[in-house]
C-alpha cells in the first residue's frame, strides 16, 4: 500500500544516490523512471490512495519524478566530465611548458651596454623624466635663448611666462640630464651610466618617435684624456658588436662637451664596403661624445682646474636596429607578439 512515508524514503534515496558509472546511473534510471519503474508503479496504484489523501499523495509522486529527473541530468554532466579526465590523464606525463615570455629587444640591448660599462667600474644612475630646464639645459651650457636649445624638440609641461626659461618644467630631451643629477650628489671620481627614457615633440616615422630611450656616459676624474674617451668607446663598440669592428671619430657639436665628437662604427652590412645603409660611406653613426665643458663642471660645483671628464650618449633603439636589422622603430612600441618572440631567446 502506497504511502507518503514510503514516497519519500525514495526521495532520500534518490537524494543520496551517487553512481560509479554511467551503467549504475543507467540503472537508476530504469528502477524510477522504466515503464515497470517505481514512480509508474506508483502512478498506476494511484486510483487506490483514498480521496482525501489524493492530492498531498500526487504532489509527492511529482516531487518525486522531478528530482530523479533533475539528478540524472546533473549526473551525467559529471560523470561524463570524469570519465573524459579517465580517458586523456596519462599522470605519469612531465607537465604542459608553459609560456615563459621573454625580454624586450630594448631591454636585451641596455643590459647588454651596462653590462658592458660595469665591467670597466661605471655604474648605473638614474633620474627623473620630468625634468627642469636647470637639469636638462642651463646646466649643461645651453645658454638661455641659445640656438642648440632648438635642436631638441622639447615636451614643455610649464613654461614661464617671463620667459624666464630656468623655471620650466619639461620632459626630459635626453639622459644628459642625469649627468647633473649624479654631479649634485657625488664628488669625483665619477664614472656612471645612465639608461632612460627621453622625449621629443617629432612627428613618429620609421626613423623618430617621440618617446625613446638612450644610455648616458659620464667619466669625471683627475687627467681624464680624449685617448681615454677613445680607448674606452672602442672597447664597448668591440664588446658589442664584436673584435673586427673599427670606429672613426667625427668632430661634432654639443653644448656641454668641447671638444665633441661623433662616433662612427663600421657599417654591419656591407663590412665597410658601401652599401644603401651605410649611404655607401662605409660606416654607421652609433653616439655622440666629448670632453665635458669645462662650465658644465664649475656649473655643477667641480672644480675645472682639478678635475676633467669624459661624456657620452647613445640612442638604444639605433643600436638594437643596428644589432638585429630592424628597418623600423615603431616595431618597438606595438609589441605585436610576432616581433617581440623572435627576442624571447635573448636575454
Ligand atoms: N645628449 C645628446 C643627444 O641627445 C647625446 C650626447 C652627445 C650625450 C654627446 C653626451 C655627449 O653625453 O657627450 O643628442
Known amino acids: 500500500m502506497m504511502n507518503i512515508s514510503e514516497i519519500e524514503k525514495y526521495i532520500n534515496e534518490a537524494q543520496d544516490f551517487l553512481p560509479e558509472n554511467e551503467e549504475s546511473l543507467e540503472q537508476f534510471r530504469i528502477r524510477f523512471l522504466g515503464k515497470k519503474g517505481i514512480i509508474q508503479d506508483f502512478f498506476r496504484h494511484f486510483k487506490e490512495v483514498p480521496p482525501d489523501q489524493k492530492r498531498e499523495v500526487g504532489q509527492k509522486i511529482n516531487q518525486l519524478k522531478q528530482l530523479v529527473q533533475e539528478r540524472i541530468a546533473t549526473l551525467q554532466k559529471s560523470l561524463g566530465k570524469s570519465q573524459r579526465l579517465h580517458q586523456y590523464a596519462d599522470l ?103 639608461p632612460g627614457r627621453v622625449f621629443r615633440n617629432e612627428a613618429i616615422s620609421a626613423r623618430a618617435h617621440c618617446i625613446f630611450h638612450q644610455i648616458e656616459g659620464l667619466f669625471i676624474d683627475k687627467n681624464v684624456s680624449f685617448a681615454q674617451l677613445k680607448q674606452t668607446l672602442y672597447y664597448f663598440a668591440r664588446e658589442f658588436f664584436g673584435q673586427d669592428i673599427n670606429v672613426r671619430f667625427r668632430p661634432s657639436y654639443f653644448p656641454f662637451t668641447e671638444p665633441s665628437a661623433e662616433m662612427d662604427i663600421t657599417c654591419l652590412l656591407c663590412g665597410g664596403k658601401g652599401c644603401n645603409v651605410c649611404k655607401y660611406t662605409g660606416w654607421l653613426e652609433i653616439l655622440g661624445c666629448g670632453m665635458v665643458d669645462p662650465n658644465v663642471l664649475s656649473f655643477n660645483g667641480i672644480d675645472s682646474e682639478k678635475y676633467t671628464g669624459f661624456a657620452f650618449g647613445m640612442g638604444i633603439e639605433r643600436i638594437a636596429m643596428l644589432k638585429y636589422q630592424i628597418n623600423d622603430l615603431r616595431l618597438f612600441f606595438e609589441n605585436d607578439l610576432r616581433f617581440l618572440e623572435q627576442f624571447s631567446q635573448d636575454y
Open 92 to 194: 605519469t606525463l612531465s607537465g604542459d611548458p608553459f609560456d615563459t615570455g621573454g625580454r624586450h629587444p630594448l631591454s636585451i640591448v641596455r643590459n647588454e651596454i651596462i653590462s658592458i660599462f660595469s665591467r670597466i667600474g661605471f655604474v648605473v644612475s638614474e633620474g627623473p623624466e620630468i625634468e627642469d630646464d636647470i637639469h636638462v639645459f642651463s646646466k649643461l651650457n645651453f645658454p638661455p635663448d641659445h640656438p642648440a636649445r632648438d635642436m631638441q624638440d622639447t615636451f614643455f609641461i610649464e613654461k614661464d611666462p617671463e620667459r624666464h626659461t630656468q623655471n620650466d618644467v619639461l620632459l626630459r630631451t635626453h639622459t644628459s640630464s642625469v649627468q647633473v643629477r649624479v654631479m649634485e650628489k657625488q664628488k669625483p671620481p665619477i664614472r656612471t651610466i645612465s
